[in-house]
């Protein structure tokens, strides 16, 4: 059983930064673990993800240059840093595992176990 906890969300003006964590807890060590947002009237769409131990990651375009995913393993802490932030960023952000991955991926079906989400505004 893998339990995940996001914070870090908040409201910034276009253009600023934010760094979201999530803290997990239970067996992650050839996992992948992902961001995923979803906006108001929109599917869940996969942000970033990354392979634990591997370093292997994802982008997805939109974000691609402006966000940064990275891992504490210590910590058992994932990190989403956004830069650059744009209006269309405005979403629920939600951390997710992929128990056993053999390669990431940003596809919603592939992850198993998820957080409850935490809240980004971007305004203009």
């Known amino acids: 059983q893998v339990q995940l906890v996001e914070s870090g969300g908040g409201s910034v003006q276009a253009g600023g930064s934010l760094r979201l964590s999530c803290a997990a807890s239970?067996?992650?060590?050839?996992?992948?673990m992902g961001w995923f947002r979803q906006a108001p009237g929109k599917e869940r769409e996969g942000v970033a993800s990354?392979?634990?131990?591997?370093?292997?990651?994802y982008y997805a375009d939109s974000v691609r240059g402006r966000f940064t995913i990275s891992q504490d393993n210590a910590k058992n802490t994932l990190y989403l840093q956004m830069n650059s932030l744009k209006p269309e960023d405005t979403a629920m952000y939600y951390c997710?595992?992929?128990?056993?991955?053999?390669?990431?991926?940003?596809?919603?079906?592939?992850?198993?176990?998820w957080g409850q989400g935490t809240q980004v505004t971007v305004s203009s």
């Open positions: 997710a595992v992929e128990i056993a991955c053999w390669y990431v991926s940003g596809l919603v079906s592939r992850y198993e176990y």
């Open positions: 239970g067996y992650i060590s050839r996992a992948c």
């Open positions: 990354i392979r634990i131990g591997a370093g292997s990651t």
